[in-house]
């Protein structure tokens, strides 16, 4: 099995326990609106009563509803471990306002802040890369192989260029759920930094109008704005920063989906990390 496949087993075995211990707590404030569907008929799920009361856990609800909220807690930790395209600031909104520490390690520190008119969080990351950002540009930019290193990619190809952008497609392979897909437009920007080298700027919004139609068992994805930012950081080395703020709708609570996303977030740095010790990517501008 894929390593990263191992370990996201391993965290939706690990969380499991939390999403059951969550919903009990907290069912009628963050999952109210779907309350009906944890207290299916005998029936509604195609089986007869005895098996339908078999799967009944301790705490009342059926091993079908969980296995779906559990899909999609999944979805939200590959989406937030492969959108690895900080958004451009919009006028209305200050880049630099709200955020908030959520966790640091010695490699990551993730800072969250909430969006307007969602219970769902943005999240910055900010780490340092031990490569030139023109080698982990490359990383950023090598798109064909994507399905190769980043989690859970299953195809990424190159729809179109423009003038001052290109579109690209992903489709991502959770395993245990149903495929996700997007199409992006993803601009991008360079410029000298002060202490020499380049400074990279990527962000990216959906343009799925752009990309292949939805397909039959494929999850649209139509809320996923993010980017990066990689500024040299002394020698062989880069500050990067990772902005997100993805929805795949579903039935996880937020607080859950925000900690996934957190979780997800680092796994991204992991992966880049890795992959920039490739030689391939040393012959980048930097």
């Not at 991502?172 to 149903?178: D, E, G, H, Q, T």
């Not at 990216?204 to 939805?214: D, F, I, Q, T």
């Not at 500024?231 to 607080?255: C, H, Q, R």
Request: charged fraction near 20%.
């Amino acid at each position: 099995m894929n390593p990263f496949a191992e370990l996201l087993e391993e965290r939706v075995n690990n969380y499991a326990i939390i999403v059951r211990q969550s919903l009990n707590r907290s069912i009628a404030k963050s999952l109210s609106a779907v309350k009906p569907l944890l207290s299916p008929s005998p029936l509604s799920h195609g089986g007869c009563p005895k098996i339908v009361k078999a799967q009944r856990s301790e705490t009342g609800y059926c091993y079908p509803m969980e296995r779906r909220i559990l899909c999609e807690f999944a979805t939200i930790f590959v989406l937030a471990a492969t959108s690895a395209l900080p958004a451009e600031p919009s006028s209305s909104v200050d880049p630099n306002e709200g955020w908030k520490l959520a966790t640091q390690s010695k490699s990551v520190a993730i800072h969250t802040r909430p969006h307007p008119g969602s219970s769902l969080k943005e999240f910055r990351a900010v780490g340092e890369i031990d490569a030139p950002s023109g080698a982990v540009h490359a990383v950023i930019d090598d798109l064909e192989n994507y399905p190769s290193f980043m989690p859970y990619t299953a195809e990424c190809r190159l729809i179109k260029r423009e003038s001052d952008s290109i579109i690209t497609y992903q489709r991502l392979s959770p395993k245990i759920c149903a495929d996700r897909d997007y199409t992006l437009r993803v601009q991008k920007k360079s410029w000298p930094a002060a202490a020499g080298g380049l400074v990279y700027l990527n962000w990216w919004k959906p343009a799925n109008e752009l990309g292949p139609a939805e397909k039959p068992g494929v999850v649209r994805v139509n809320v996923c704005d993010g980017g990066w930012l990689l500024e040299p950081s002394g020698a062989n080395k880069t500050l990067a920063t990772y902005s997100v703020y993805t929805d795949t709708g579903g039935l996880i609570p937020a607080f859950l989906a925000n900690r996934v996303s957190q979780i997800g977030i680092g796994r991204l740095f992991e992966a880049v990390r890795k992959q920039v010790k490739e030689p391939k990517y040393s012959s980048g501008d930097h």
